[in-house]
T-cell receptor
Framework: GAGVSQSPRYKVAKRGQDVALRCDPI?????LFWYQQALGQGPEFLTY????????KSGLPSDRFFAERPEGSVSTLKIQRTQQEDSAVYLC????????????FGPGTRLTVT | GDSVTQMEGPVTLSEEAFLTINCTYT??????LFWYVQYPGEGLQLLLK?????DKGSNKGFEATYRKETTSFHLEKGSVQVSDSAVYFC??????????FGTGTRLKVLA
């Protein structure tokens, strides 16, 4: 079956622009996660959804970052007024089990802010 | 707080050499431990996992043993191939949904 997909794969934004990154999780997966991976670093947790409920957004770095999953499937990570420090790969992951021992990752969206 | 420390890369080996990538962790309680692999242009893939002390995870010739006494989860493979070239991430889950990743170790295998 299809894995986790993300779009776009690459995004270049001018500083100050808003961007929206999409994640299509594996069908039937209850849990969805967003991570930020800076160059040469491991992924860092941003936020977690169980179905449509955002249960944890403690990793979002500022109020410019906003995530939603309105119907409990597709999710969008929005970054307003992008800054250069937002340049990173944004990874989405999903899991069937809310306990989430195994997460399945998408290929990521590489965001470059110029 | 919880954390994962991996050996820095890149690690460069010849084909058929023995591989060890060190991973140690700090955590309260009894986390689950994972190795993920990231091939160029692809997402992270779960390589193996261990959920309790002394468990050995294994997959595709790779293995790692959960050592509580040394808080380690070193990745090993007896004979690497060029196709194993990738970035390897050690991670822990402290019993909730969050993963905490190490910084990754790049492996290059030369023919």
């Amino acid at each position: 079956g299809a894995g986790v997909s993300q779009s776009p794969r690459y995004k270049v934004a001018k500083r100050g622009q808003d961007v929206a990154l999409r994640c299509d999780p594996i069908s039937g997966h209850v849990s969805l996660f967003w991570y930020q991976q800076a160059l040469g670093q491991g992924p860092e947790f941003l936020t977690y959804f169980q179905n449509e409920a955002q249960l944890d957004k403690s990793g979002l770095p500022s109020d410019r970052f906003f995530a939603e999953r309105p119907e409990g499937s597709v999710s969008t990570l929005k970054i307003q007024r992008t800054q250069q420090e937002d340049s990173a790969v944004y990874l989405c992951a999903s899991s069937f089990d809310p306990g989430a021992y195994e997460q399945y990752f998408g290929p990521g969206t590489r965001l470059t802010v110029t | 707080g919880d954390s994962v420390t991996q050996m820095e890369g890149p690690v460069t080996l010849s084909e058929e050499a023995f591989l060890t990538i060190n991973c140690t962790y700090t955590a309260t309680g009894y986390p689950s431990l994972f190795w993920y692999v990231q091939y160029p242009g692809e997402g992270l893939q779960l390589l193996l996992k261990a959920t309790k002390a002394d468990d050995k995870g294994s997959n595709k010739g790779f293995e790692a043993t959960y050592r509580k006494e040394t808080t380690s989860f070193h990745l090993e493979k007896g004979s690497v191939q060029v196709s194993d070239s990738a970035v390897y991430f050690c991670a822990l889950s402290p019993g909730t949904y969050k993963y905490i990743f190490g910084t990754g170790t790049r492996l290059k295998v030369l023919a």
